[in-house]
């Protein structure tokens, strides 16, 4: 299959151009005037965004909340018994997002040339997940395709929703640590080296803690330059290192370990897991497909594996309950649950369960996050106010005693 750059006209006389796959450019031709556009020229072109603008780079990249609506109307479209080739044109037309158009476009090009929705989806792994793709497989079995992309639009919908909330929580932190660094490099670089020359002319031996800061400040202003490189270097190493499959996991089983951010993370994690198993199992997946698809979409690969495994322990035969307490992941609680449910046959439903108590515990969590984060900045604030308290203002304390005794 070859791309082809197409220019032709509507039966309104409208120019239209594009670029479409097909075996020939006959092949092409026919399919332009299935869809009621006469060719004027078909040339083959060496890939598909060779007849894109020079400017498709600096095309805006599609968003989550672009799927989000995609998926949401075209369940509408779809349970209102519109075509689904016509509900794809209806939503190409009215995208606002170009990136999210042209994806739109391919799409409904491509059931055109006879594939499946799930294997056009599949050609933008970029935009849809395995996931995404996974469950509209499913609804094309199962012939519910408008339902599966409604609880696509829950779950979807549920995931920004945990994003936005953990960004949100931490973004004063952030700040405050931020503004402390900066805070201690411009007292470093500027302060003290001022206060320095001031202290050389007591003639006297300088506290402990004074001396201690003049010996940082001086190796600050020396070596500056050398630590500048030595962080770039670090981050650039850092970012390397979690590029790589490995990195990326350790770093992320060493994130749940954080004394506060660990489990908010771990339960926001464990709630996007149970809340996407339920929908999966409930869908009509496989119980070890539904797990593979459900690591998916956990977002941290170090719980992934353990799911992963979940998987590996019930393709050996073992029970889901089994699993789930050899993965050493889950509470007593969630175990009791998932027990109860594979018990009465509504595994889904327990599971569902669980999504939303952990979706609980994380709300709750991140609105009290800045209770529990703002003891430790206040204390780290009141620990760097005191040593800087402690190192330049006793001398000059001293200095002052020594000239009322003059």
């Not at 770093?251 to 996007?272: Q, Y």
């Not at 006793?394 to 000239?403: F, T, Y």
Request: aromatic residues 8%.
């Amino acid at each position: 299959m070859a791309y082809f750059a197409y220019k032709g006209r509507d039966a309104g006389g409208k120019l239209i151009e594009g670029v479409l796959e097909g075996a020939s450019a006959g092949g092409v031709a026919d399919l332009l005037l299935g869809r009621g556009v006469t060719p004027v020229s078909i040339e083959e072109t060496r890939s598909k965004a060779a007849g894109g603008s020079a400017f498709s780079l600096f095309k805006p990249r599609v968003e989550h909340v672009d799927i989000l609506l995609f998926s949401r109307q075209l369940h509408t479209l779809l349970k209102a018994g519109v075509p689904i080739m016509r509900a794809l044109n209806g939503l190409q037309e009215s995208a606002t997002n170009p990136s999210m158009k042209e994806v739109v476009r391919d799409v409904r090009e491509s059931l055109e040339a006879g594939r499946e929705l799930s294997v056009s989806l599949a050609r933008h792994p970029k935009v849809f997940s395995p996931f995404y793709i996974s469950m509209v497989r499913v609804g094309e079995a199962t012939g519910l395709l408008d339902e599966i992309f409604l609880r696509l639009f829950e779950h979807m919908e549920f995931e920004r929703f945990m994003r936005e909330q953990v960004k949100s929580a931490l973004r004063y932190p952030m700040f405050v640590v931020l503004a402390m660094a900066v805070a201690i490099v411009v007292v470093n670089l500027f302060v003290i080296p001022a206060f320095a020359k001031v202290f050389q002319g007591f003639g006297a031996e300088l506290p402990l803690m004074t001396r201690l800061l003049l010996g940082f400040s001086e190796f600050m202003v020396t070596w500056w330059p050398a630590m500048l490189v030595a962080v770039i270097a670090g981050v650039v190493a850092f970012r390397a290192w979690v590029g790589t499959a490995g990195g990326r996991m350790q770093w992320e089983a060493i994130a749940l370990r954080f004394p506060i951010a660990g489990k908010i993370v771990s339960k926001a994690a464990m709630a996007r897991f149970a809340r996407s198993f339920a929908l999966s199992t409930r869908s009509g997946v496989p119980v070890m497909q539904a797990l593979s698809n459900s690591a998916q979409t956990v977002d941290n690969s170090y719980i992934a594996a353990r799911i992963e495994g979940m998987r590996d322990t019930v393709e050996r035969g073992e029970s889901v309950l089994r699993a789930a307490i050899a993965s050493g992941f889950f509470t007593p609680v969630v175990l009791q649950m998932v027990a109860v449910g594979e018990e009465s046959g509504a595994l889904d439903d327990m599971m569902e369960e669980v999504g939303q108590m952990y979706q609980r515990e994380v709300e709750y969590e991140l609105k009290t996050l800045g209770q529990q984060i703002e003891p430790i900045l206040i204390v780290c604030l009141g620990v760097l106010v005191l040593i800087l308290a402690l190192g330049i203002f006793l001398p000059m304390w001293d200095l002052g005693k020594v000239a009322i005794k003059r």
